[in-house]
């Protein structure tokens, strides 16, 4: 038997593991996060803005500096239908690659939904159902962030309606019909039922979409109705910090495997699944306690916002309703082509995540569709996971950073995550492999275009 085949292929803890408080970066960040503002009049937020939108747990997490937050018991019991999560070193991957680098993979598409977004869905559906409310509106791209709300929903007895990007909702009938089991209403965004919705279509009745469309529609659904909250999927702090028991567990993990991480690298839409990965392993190198890790944050070519964008205020959502917060941004009016990623799909970061790219601890990179799914299949036929677009990117990256390693001799031990499964995308895949992907990279004149409608708002780190 080869030294490979005797390593360690997979650390599966037990539910004794499981973290019992999420980790909030936002004390250990190397520069305060500057304030969200007021969508109308660009004042600092308060906590009361916010609570006719969110349940009042999601408000108070949101504005929290505590560096730790306990999981409730309910969260965390339903936690364990999947969690904690395995991680598994890609030796085969390895192996094909000729690489003295050792890659480790954190793989979340165990969860129901087949992502890591339940990690998210269920404490935001628990605090809604704490302050009495009966139906929960948001947005999805490529489904994954819509079927973990359906699914927390049916968990807390919630009404869910989603509002799932055209784009993704023609791509991906089958996220639709998973909603539909898990007793959700989606509707193709944009649509005829709101405002917001209206006006795109009126300007543009084959409007692919965008999620800054469907967060504008799915906010003022919410707003119209008293029983009714709003649940985001990325970007805010509250689903940022939710997402860390995976880079909790990724720690135990690696302890288990006698490895810590000389790169941390995954997919960054708006930053929800990399943050949970990555933010317990950056605190390491704030704090001290660990030096000379790199994190690297791969996005897709179609939509850069953290390696063509800007540090800006800029809204959220498209029609400029949600609060207006720092980031890294492409401007709140950028319509991305109609990749398969769809979950990557949003013109900007999270507000944290700027932080830490402006301040250089996150690098970002960016890669083609075409780049993408050929690290997806070498992946499939090594490893044998078939994996979302989102999470391919991950994969292209850490592909890259072990493939460096060889040119120079590297033993580099490279940590990536696996966000979500890829077996609603195989139309994608059969696009790549009969040659007809298309790859899509906007034109400055195109951003500029979209960035010269930022607030009136100035933003520093």
């Not at 540090?311 to 990749?339: C, E, K, Q, R, W």
């Amino acid at each position: 038997m080869s030294e490979a085949d005797q390593m360690i292929k997979q650390v599966v803890l037990s539910h004794n593991d499981l973290p019992t408080a999420w980790y909030n970066i936002v004390p250990d960040l190397p520069a305060r996060v500057p304030p969200s503002l007021h969508p109308q009049t660009l004042e600092p937020l308060t906590p009361d803005d916010l609570l006719p939108l969110l349940p009042s747990g999601i408000v108070e997490q949101e504005f929290s500096e505590q560096r730790w937050i306990e999981i409730p018991d309910q969260v965390r019991e339903l936690y364990q239908i999947w969690r904690p999560s395995p991680m598994y070193r890609a030796t085969r991957l390895e192996r094909a690659l000729d690489t003295p680098a050792k890659i480790y993979f954190k793989y979340e598409g165990v969860s129901p939904a087949g992502s890591h977004k339940p990690n998210t869905a269920v404490p935001q559906a628990y605090y809604a159902v704490r302050d009495g409310v009966k139906r929960l509106t948001s947005e999805t791209g490529a489904g994954q962030w819509g079927s973990a709300l359906s699914f927390a929903g049916a968990l807390f007895g919630l009404e869910v309606t989603v509002y799932m990007v055209r784009a993704s909702y023609n791509q991906k009938p089958y996220r639709k019909m998973l909603m539909h089991t898990w007793g959700a209403t989606v509707f193709s965004s944009p649509t005829d039922r709101t405002e917001a919705g209206r006006a795109v279509l009126a300007a543009d009745p084959d409007s692919p979409g965008s999620i800054g469309i469907a967060i504008s529609e799915a906010v003022q659904d919410a707003l119209s109705r008293d029983d009714t909250r709003f649940a985001l999927g990325s970007i805010s702090n509250n689903v940022l910090l939710h997402q860390t028991v995976i880079g909790l567990e990724a720690k135990k993990q690696l302890e288990i495997f006698g490895d810590y991480p000389d790169v941390v690298i995954g997919c960054v839409g708006g930053g929800s699944g990399y943050a949970g990965l990555s933010y317990p392993f950056i605190s390491d190198m704030l704090t001290g306690t660990r030096t000379g890790t790199r994190f690297v944050a791969v996005e897709p070519d179609a939509c850069p916002s953290l390696t063509r964008g800007t540090y800006a205020y800029d809204y959220p959502d498209t029609a400029s309703l949600g609060p207006v917060l720092p980031m890294y941004t492409l401007g709140h009016g950028f319509m991305p082509a109609p990749i398969h990623a769809g979950g990557l799909r949003h013109h900007g970061s999270s507000p944290t995540m700027g932080i830490l790219v402006e301040h250089g601890h996150i690098r970002p990179r960016s890669y083609s569709q075409n780049e993408v799914f050929d690290a997806a299949v070498r992946f499939a036929r090594t490893e044998g996971f078939v994996m979302a677009p989102e999470s391919a990117h991950a994969i292209r990256g850490a592909i890259d950073e072990a493939l460096a390693a060889k040119e120079t001799g590297e033993q580099r031990v490279i940590l990536t995550h696996v966000s979500g499964h890829g077996h609603f995308d195989m139309a994608a895949y059969e696009l790549f492999l009969a040659g007809t992907l298309e790859d899509h990279v906007p034109t400055s004149q195109q951003i500029e275009k979209a960035l010269a409608d930022l607030p009136d708002a100035k933003v520093s780190a």
